[in-house]
T-cell receptor
Framework: ETGVTQSPTHLIKTRGQQVTLRCSSQ?????VSWYQQALGQGPQFIFQ???????GRGNFPPRFSGLQFPNYSSELNVNALELDDSALYLC?????????????FGPGTRLTVT | LAKTTQPISMDSYEGQEVNITCSHN???????ITWYQQFPSQGPRFIIQ???TKVTNEVASLFIPADRKSSTLSLPRVSLSDTAVYYC???????????????FGTGTQLKVEL
């Protein structure tokens, strides 16, 4: 059983550019959630995808968008990057339904916007 | 979602039992209590989840009093490798159509020394 993987590990972008981050879910999981974690803060929920559809969104602007593919891998896209977008971006996979709050997180992508 | 309050930091020594308490005064009837652990530059890791009374697994115990307005994560005989940030999360479970969305606070930084 493979865990959650993310790519790239680190990324440096310039303000105004666009970025795509990738996540491969744990085998058998059909739900993926994305989180943004600023330095010294807890992760903040961006959005969740379930069966390739967005299934809930946190307090993030539309320039944060995503995709989930039939194999349940996922992308996070951020347009018009701002300095405040510098953070660790985490994806987490889980199985839909049930009472469990157990999600499996990847190691994250560290994005730096200059 | 219920707001949680937990200490910003705690210090302990190897071999001691550590108890981290989380307050959630406005917890709702259908809310669950979940704890995550996060090491630097890694994604959070699920530790334990409960609804009432006591839950124990191979890693920790979770104590929840009858009024459920607080909970205590107990880590038996900590070691240096338990140095991490511990997050208390409270929220309802979604039984169908996707997964639960995690709401993290700032967590408790536990430092374990020799």
């Amino acid at each position: 059983e493979t865990g959650v993987t993310q790519s790239p590990t680190h990324l440096i972008k310039t303000r105004g550019q666009q970025v795509t981050l990738r996540c491969s879910s744990q085998s058998g999981h059909n739900t993926v959630s994305w989180y943004q974690q600023a330095l010294g803060q807890g992760p903040q929920f961006i959005f969740q995808y379930y069966r390739e559809e967005e299934n809930g969104r946190g307090n993030f602007p539309p320039r944060f968008s995503g995709l989930q593919f039939p194999n349940y891998s996922s992308e996070l896209n951020v347009n018009a990057l701002e300095l405040d977008d510098s953070a660790l971006y985490l994806c987490a996979s889980s199985l839909a339904g049930g009472v469990s709050y157990e999600q499996y997180f990847g190691p994250g992508t560290r994005l730096t916007v200059t | 979602l219920a707001k949680t309050t937990q200490p910003i930091s705690m210090d302990s020594y190897e071999g001691q039992e550590v108890n981290i308490t989380c307050s959630h005064n406005n917890i709702a009837t259908n809310d669950y209590i979940t704890w995550y652990q996060q090491f630097p530059s890694q994604g959070p890791r699920f530790i334990i989840q409960g609804y009432k009374t006591k839950v124990t697994n191979e890693v920790a115990s979770l104590f929840i009093p009858a009024d459920r307005k607080s909970s205590t994560l107990s880590l038996p005989r900590v070691s240096l490798s338990d140095t991490a940030v511990y997050y208390c999360l409270v929220g309802p479970s979604i039984l169908t159509g996707g997964g639960n969305k995690l709401t993290f606070g700032t967590g408790t930084q536990l430092k374990v020394e020799l």
